[in-house]
């Protein structure tokens, strides 16, 4: 990812960069020193940075999750991480997070979200502890590209249903991050700002909800 910056000649400050860390090192200095390596393979200039470093998921347990925290948190004070945050974390992880952060709420929690994949209630503290909230999968691996709801106001804004997803992402206040290697796809998602879907869309797609069963990669526990 780093050297494909590099090679685009983009300046780097135009563009936002995110990694993770899957799990803790076995002690704090490794796992800092686990996260500052990941840091520098992708911006390895003398000030390199990334925008957001995220712990990409709570199956660490409590140990590990708190090690990764702290490293986080040395990066950030250093200056190699613009913001931190979490990944698949529910209610409880966060707010366990109170006994030893020093950095507390997370700036971003990344989960997956779409349609069929509400999560109602992480959504609703996030919203309330002011954390951002980045959806992945939002456009479900377009396994529901033939759904007929959403089919029904794509074509009545004369929009893809991956653009009507992304929107109705946008205009629920999360983070969309719509994956694709096709130029062609990459330009139309982002082709979304010239419509809105109104009320009565926004509530048949809220009411495509199945909870935890819709997810398709998986629902956060908040216990």
Request: some cysteine.
């Amino acid at each position: 990812m780093g050297e494909a910056v590099r090679q685009s000649g983009i300046p780097r400050s135009e563009v936002f960069l995110t990694t993770k860390i899957l799990s803790s090192g076995g002690s704090p200095e490794k796992t800092y020193q686990k996260c500052l390596e990941s840091v520098k393979n992708i911006d390895p200039s003398e000030n390199g940075y990334v925008d957001l470093f995220l712990i990409h998921s709570p199956s660490s347990g409590s140990a590990g999750r708190k090690e990764m925290w702290q490293a986080l948190e040395r990066l950030a004070e250093e200056k190699r991480a613009r913001s931190i945050g979490v990944s698949n974390f529910g209610i409880g992880h966060i707010e366990e997070m109170k006994k030893y952060a020093k950095i507390w709420p997370p700036q971003v929690n990344q989960i997956e979200l779409h349609p069929w994949c509400q999560q109602r209630e992480i959504v609703d503290y996030c919203s309330s502890q002011k954390i951002v909230v980045e959806a992945y999968c939002p456009l479900v691996r377009n396994m529901k590209a033939h759904d007929e709801t959403l089919v029904s106001i794509s074509k009545k804004h004369s929009k893809t249903t991956g653009q009507t997803l992304i929107r109705y992402c946008l205009q629920k206040g999360w983070v969309p991050l719509p994956k694709s290697d096709t130029p062609s796809r990459i330009e139309a998602n982002a082709d979304v700002y010239d419509f809105n879907l109104d009320q009565e869309d926004m509530e048949r797609l809220d009411g495509l909800d199945q909870g935890a069963q819709g997810a398709i990669v998986e629902a956060v526990r908040n216990s």
